[in-house]
Structures are given as structure tokens and as C-alpha cells.
């Protein structure tokens, strides 16, 4: 379970442009759920979305994941942890674009110490699972977006995360792509991955995999 307690994010604190990003947050998330944080642009959710994967602090508050909080955990710890609980996927990709599928995918498993026979077959498994398999060997400058996303997702899943987090996963794809995206984490979520998405796509909206949608509105969650 994932559980949030009096979460506050301010930014500028203390001073003339002190401006709170969240508010009073408190939400429990069931293991191998699937959820959607749903919010125009500036509402609070991809901040939201920043401090549940430990890529940024909460002002105050709590966040416990697997019975660990990582609200304060150091740097160090917090790069620990994402590396081996957390898949991201995010609406810029964040891929390299000079290196080709198969190398930006096998990138999250270098500091985890698998030897080269249990990255391929990790890497394997994610190109599978994706549906992005026929372009390992294509360097990502040449990509659509649609393989970009793709290639994303299985970068996501090569560890074998318990937990993805998306923030917008569709706000750069057609309706096409956006489909085949819905697609993977429908199959995430028969594997029983707790998945996560920050989005304001409708898209998302009357998914049959979907339990549960949580509205954000000016750093508050609505009732």
C-alpha cells in the first residue's frame, strides 16, 4: 500500500512568492491498483507524482511505500529506492536520442549489478512487453513517437518495478498510439504493478482497469 498523511509542498517558503504547490494531501493507494491523479496543468498532480517517486521532497508530511517512508529519505537512499521499486514514464520520454532502443532501455539496470546475461534477458522481457522489439537496434533519433513512448515504457519495466508512475503518457501521442499505450497498462495491470498517472486526457476517464480517480484542483484534492 501506498499512504500519504498531511502532505504539504510549498515552494518559495517564507517568501514573497511563497506558493503552495500541495495541500493537506491524504490519499491511500491499494497494491497492484490502478489510479489516476487527474488535473488540468498547474493543479498539483505531477508534483504529486515527483514526491511519490522520491524525485523530490514533501515541505511537510508523510509518504509511506512498502512500509518505508520516503517523505526525508537522503539522496543517496532515494536514488536506492527508485532503482529498485519505481518505474517512470514520462510525457518527454527522456530518452537518448544518440543511443539506439535496446541501449536506452538496458540503462536502469547498470548500477543494480546484473551481469550482461541477465540484462539481455531483462531487456528482452521489457522489448516484449512493450511491443517495441522489431526496433531494438534503431537508434531513437529515428523513432515516432509512438516508439519513442514504447521504448519509454519498456525502459520503465526493465527492472521489474512494482510501481509505475506515467505523468502525461499520452500528451504527445495520436489517438492511435494513445490506444496502444492503454493497452500496456492494462497488461501492467494483470501483472499486478500499482500504477499511477498524472494526466488531464479523457481518455482516461471510464477504463475498465482503472479503480480509482483522484481529482486535483489548486493543490487540494477534491471530495
Known sequence: MIKITNLNKVFNQNTKKEFYALKDINIKIQTSSCVILKGVSGSGKSTLLSILGALSKPSSGDVIIHEDS???????????????NLGFIFQSYNLFNELNVEENISIPLVP?????????????????????EHKKDETVSNLSGG??????????????????????????LDSVNSLKFID????????????????????????????????????????
Open 70 to 84: 520516503i517523505a526525508k529519505l537522503p539522496d543517496l537512499h532515494s536514488s536506492a529506492f527508485r532503482a529498485r
Open 112 to 132: 543494480l549489478g546484473f551481469n550482461q546475461k541477465e540484462i539481455n534477458e531483462k531487456v528482452e522481457f521489457a522489448l516484449k512487453l512493450a511491443n517495441i
Open 147 to 172: 516508439e519513442k513512448q514504447r521504448t519509454a515504457i519498456a525502459r520503465a519495466l526493465v527492472n521489474n518495478p512494482d510501481i509505475i508512475l506515467c505523468d502525461e503518457p499520452t500528451a504527445n
Open 184 to 223: 500496456v497498462m492494462r497488461k501492467l495491470k494483470e501483472l499486478n504493478k500499482t500504477i499511477i498517472i498524472a494526466t488531464h486526457d479523457p481518455i482516461f476517464d471510464n477504463l475498465d482497469f482503472v479503480d480509482d480517480i483522484i481529482n486535483i484542483k489548486d493543490g487540494y484534492i477534491l471530495e
